[in-house]
T-cell receptor, first 114, second 110 residues
Framework: EAQVTQNPRYLITVTGKKLTVTCSQNMNHEYMSWYRQDPGLGLRQIYYSMNVEVTDKGDVPEGYKVSRKEKRNFPLILESPSPNQTSLYFC?????????????FGPGTRLTVL | QKEVEQNSGPLSVPEGAIASLNCTYSDRGSQSFFWYRQYSGKSPELIMSIYSNGDKEDGRFTAQLNKASQYVSLLIRDSQPSDSATYLCAVLYNTDKLIFGTGTRLQVFP
C-alpha cells in the first residue's frame, strides 16, 4: 500500500531532550516536506527536500533540523525542544520535484513539550 | 509576506444544499491553487487543483478561480454529512513554496 508513515504518532517529552520524528514513504517520491499545524495558524512548512541530500528551509525552520540521506526517509530532529514546539506535525511527499503535484500526507505526530 | 486568507467558519449548511468556501491570496503571480480536505484528527488530502481562470468540476465539487480578483472558491453540491470537515486552501508560490490558509470548518447537518 502506497503510504507515508510517521513515528511516533504521539510523544510527550520535556524541554531540552533531543528527539527525532521519523518519516518514510514507499512511493519513490522525490519531494518531501515537514509541516506543523497549530490552531489559528494553519499548516506551516518547516523544511522541505527536493531530492536526496537537498534540503531547504520553509517558513518556520528555527529549532528544527532535517536530513535526506535516502530517498524514502526524511527525519525531523529537534535538538533541544521547547514548549513552543508543541504542535501537530505532518510529513508529506510528492512524486514530482515540488509541491505542485499531489501531496500525500502522513498520519501526523502530536508532540507535547513540557 | 505571502498570505492565503480563509474564513474560519464554521459554515453550516443543511444536507443537500450547496456549500460555498472562499479563499483569497496576496501574490498576483501565483499560478497553482489547491483545495485539501481534513477530517478531524486526520491528515489533509487533496480534493481539487486548479490552474486556469474559470471553473473546474469533479463530481460534486467545483473549483472556481479568478486571478484578477485573486480569489479561489470551492463549491460542494448536494452536501452530505460526510462532507463535514475543514477545507484548506493552498496556493503555490515560486513553484516550490505551498502556502496554506487556516481552513474553513464545514458542518453539514441532516
Amino acid at each position: 500500500e502506497a503510504q507515508v508513515t510517521q513515528n511516533p504518532r504521539y510523544l510527550i517529552t520535556v524541554t531540552g531532550k533531543k528527539l527525532t520524528v521519523t518519516c518514510s514513504q514507499n512511493m519513490n517520491h522525490e519531494y518531501m516536506s515537514w509541516y506543523r499545524q497549530d490552531p489559528g495558524l494553519g499548516l506551516r512548512q518547516i523544511y522541505y527536500s527536493m531530492n536526496v541530500e537537498v534540503t531547504d528551509k520553509g517558513d518556520v525552520p528555527e529549532g528544527y533540523k532535517v536530513s535526506r540521506k535516502e530517498k524514502r526517509n526524511f527525519p525531523l530532529i529537534l535538538e533541544s525542544p521547547s514548549p513552543n514546539q508543541t504542535s501537530l506535525y505532518f510529513c508529506a511527499s510528492t512524486l514530482a520535484g515540488g509541491p505542485s503535484d499531489t501531496q500525500y500526507f502522513g498520519p501526523g505526530t502530536r508532540l507535547t513539550v513540557l | 509576506q505571502k498570505e492565503v486568507e480563509q474564513n474560519s467558519g464554521p459554515l453550516s449548511v443543511p444536507e443537500g444544499a450547496i456549500a460555498s468556501l472562499n479563499c483569497t491570496y496576496s501574490d498576483r503571480g501565483s499560478q497553482s491553487f489547491f483545495w485539501y480536505r481534513q477530517y478531524s484528527g486526520k491528515s489533509p488530502e487533496l480534493i481539487m487543483s486548479i490552474y486556469s481562470n474559470g471553473d473546474k468540476e469533479d463530481g460534486r465539487f467545483t473549483a472556481q478561480l479568478n486571478k484578477a480578483s485573486q480569489y479561489v472558491s470551492l463549491l460542494i453540491r448536494d452536501s452530505q454529512p460526510s462532507d463535514s470537515a475543514t477545507y484548506l486552501c493552498a496556493v503555490l508560490y515560486n513553484t516550490d513554496k505551498l502556502i496554506f490558509g487556516t481552513g474553513t470548518r464545514l458542518q453539514v447537518f441532516p
